[in-house]
């Protein structure tokens, strides 16, 4: 696909603004990437780079160009996938956006399985705040989004939604440890191991508290659930965990997972889909199908 080549390298010289930087990438020269570029540039009539002493930036020509390089760039991995997929290959590189609630164990298992399977498909996963993973689908950056508490849903072409209990995570000699189930109220009286806002969790925790008329203060805020997790060991701290990133074997870090009653406030949902109105690559939409089966039957 030799005249894909030029596009890649324009994409990558945009995506780094630095000439240098992005010929280091591609594995050429700098000089000869340059070369490349003004090639294309007298060959399409126009400039498509502003040229600063910092790097270089996309001009509105620019723009448009990349809009397009995007969308061929996906095109080809599609068709490439369904070519593979026709004759038995079954072979794909498959863009995933998650949030941090998927990636700890839920995704690297199904990932790992999945490579098994088919080892000819390449991951990469890309980790994102609330609300941006959904909007990395609309330029086709990823291709699918796996995301717990989802914001832009206009775009959002939702396959599978499924609810997830809360947990409150303790040492296991914590004095609620015997508890077979806990309301956020009797939280408040130790150290609160807090995600930060607007991490998901931290949505619904805010959302429990606010409806039994109580504020949440938090010893620690962080956007590491290991680490939160961690810091409830050997401690009278208490961290929060989603049944989907619950460590299988909380024993090995002497801690203990009680449920944690709702009271009412709607459970967060794990979403898992594509941009709308999108047609997936063969590869990406096989192991959407696998993500929104593994989901089904675990949560549902």
């Known amino acids: ?3 894909q080549q030029i596009l890649k390298f324009i994409a990558k010289v945009a995506q780094t603004g630095s000439l240098r930087s992005a010929a280091e990438e591609l594995g050429i020269t700098a000089s000869a990437l340059n070369r490349r570029i003004l090639a294309f540039e007298e060959e399409l009539g126009v400039e498509i780079f502003e040229r600063h002493p910092s790097g270089l930036r996309p001009n509105i020509a620019g723009e ?5 390089i995007r969308n061929q760039l996906a095109d080809m991995e599609r068709v490439k996938s369904r070519i593979a997929d026709l004759s038995g290959m079954r072979a794909g590189h498959i863009n995933i956006a998650a949030t941090r609630e998927v990636v700890q164990y839920f995704l690297p298992d199904l990932i790992r399985r999945h490579i098994a399977e088919f080892p000819a498909v390449t991951f990469a996963v890309n980790l994102y705040e609330r609300g941006e993973a959904e909007a990395s689908l609309l330029d086709n950056t990823n291709d699918i989004a796996i995301v717990f508490e989802p914001l832009r849903l ?4 939702v396959v599978c939604a499924v609810s997830q209990p809360m947990y409150c995570v303790m040492s296991q000699d914590h004095p609620l440890a015997g508890r077979k189930r806990l309301k956020i109220y009797e939280c408040i009286d130790f150290p609160l191991l807090l995600p930060k806002r607007p991490e998901g969790i931290r949505n619904v925790l805010d959302a429990l508290a606010g409806k ?7 010893a620690v805020e962080s956007n590491s659930l290991d680490l939160l997790r961690l810091m409830s060991q050997d401690s009278d701290a208490l961290s929060f965990s989603l049944a989907i990133n619950l460590r299988p074997a909380l024993e090995r870090d002497r801690l203990i997972a009680v449920p944690l009653d709702l009271k009412g406030v709607p459970p967060g949902t794990v979403d898992a889909g594509y941009l709308r109105g999108r047609t997936l690559p063969v590869a990406a939409a096989r192991f959407l199908e ?11």
């Open 1 to 3: 696909m030799r005249h």
């Open 64 to 68: 448009v160009l990349l809009e397009h």
């Open 154 to 157: 206009k775009e959002f072409q």
């Open 212 to 218: 039994v008329g109580i504020t949440l203060e938090a």
């Open 290 to 300: 696998s993500v929104n089966k593994e989901l089904s039957e675990r949560f549902e």
